[in-house]
């Protein structure tokens, strides 16, 4: 009987949550609301409070949900390269921009600017995936700079106010052996792949642009050779 109880839990739990996604996909993070999702799904507001503390709670689940499915994609795209660093990256900045074109709401939501005021959830939010998003990219990167360091600013060149905010990054994402100017150019790396994904999920460019693609590939042509990397065009499918 105890059993049953959890599954039943975690089935509703797996309901509550994928309900919220399809809000948020269907009328953006100010659909998701627990009245909604109660409403959907055919239970009370207050039968919610049972699995989540608040909406906030809710919001801050669903953000994880949508990170560790980004962060499997990532992973999956890496793991086809075991020994190879450079191809890892590359292959980790395809599947990015793939996911995000695929689930443009989900992106914008996570990674997008958040409503004001900004509370708690969204700052747990940019941290989370801070960490698990750069975490994995970082991965890659320490292995591609231990096998073949490549050119970076030396750290006594770096502002102090940089400094310190580059060495806070480095230990929450976990690059402690690299130097502040390898750090520097990580984030370099991924403001070029954001400033790409941004302008194709929010449509900027959609008056002239109906297909980002060759744009994201000069985005991942410019990272190599940031990096120091060859530049490999996508296999033919």
């Given at each position: 009987?105890?059993?049953?109880?959890?599954?039943?839990?975690?089935?509703?739990?797996?309901?509550?949550?994928?309900?919220?996604?399809?809000?948020?996909?269907?009328?953006?993070?100010?659909?998701?609301?627990?009245?909604?999702?109660?409403?959907?799904?055919?239970?009370?507001?207050?039968?919610?409070?049972?699995?989540?503390?608040?909406r906030d709670d809710l919001v801050y689940t669903l953000a994880k949900d949508v990170i560790d499915e980004l962060v499997g994609e990532l992973g999956a795209?890496?793991?086809?390269?075991?020994?190879?660093?450079?191809?890892?990256?590359?292959?980790?900045?395809?599947?990015?921009?793939?996911?995000?074109?695929?689930n443009r709401a989900e992106y914008g939501f996570v990674f997008g600017v958040p409503p004001p005021p900004v509370g708690h959830v969204y700052r747990e939010?940019?941290?989370?995936?801070?960490?698990?998003?750069?975490?994995?990219?970082?991965?890659?990167?320490?292995?591609?700079?231990?096998q073949r360091p490549f050119d970076v600013p030396a750290d006594d060149d770096l502002e102090p106010a940089l400094q310190k905010q580059l060495d806070n990054?480095?230990?929450?994402?976990?690059?402690?052996?690299?130097?502040?100017?390898?750090?520097?150019?990580?984030?370099?790396?991924?403001?070029?792949?954001?400033?790409?994904?941004?302008?194709?999920?929010?449509?900027?460019?959609?008056?002239?642009?109906?297909?980002?693609?060759?744009?994201?590939?000069?985005?991942?042509?410019?990272?190599?050779?940031?990096?120091?990397?060859?530049?490999?065009?996508?296999?033919?499918?």
């Open positions: 009987m105890a059993n049953r109880r959890e599954r039943l839990r975690v089935a509703l739990d797996r309901d509550l949550r994928r309900t919220a996604r399809r809000l948020l996909v269907s009328g953006g993070i100010d659909a998701v609301t627990l009245a909604a999702i109660a409403r959907e799904i055919g239970i009370t507001s207050p039968a919610i409070y049972r699995y989540y503390k608040s795209a890496a793991a086809r390269h075991p020994e190879y660093p450079a191809r890892q990256i590359t292959a980790m900045i395809r599947a990015f921009t793939a996911w995000a074109a695929r939010i940019a941290k989370t995936w801070t960490v698990e998003v750069g975490g994995t990219f970082g991965k890659s990167y320490l292995q591609l700079w231990r990054y480095r230990v929450l994402v976990g690059l402690e052996p690299m130097p502040l100017g390898a750090i520097l150019v990580f984030i370099e790396c991924w403001s070029r792949m954001y400033a790409s994904m941004s302008f194709d999920v929010s449509g900027l460019m959609s008056a002239t642009f109906t297909d980002m693609s060759p744009m994201h590939e000069r985005m991942c042509r410019g990272i190599c050779e940031l990096l120091g990397i060859e530049y490999e065009p996508p296999a033919m499918s």
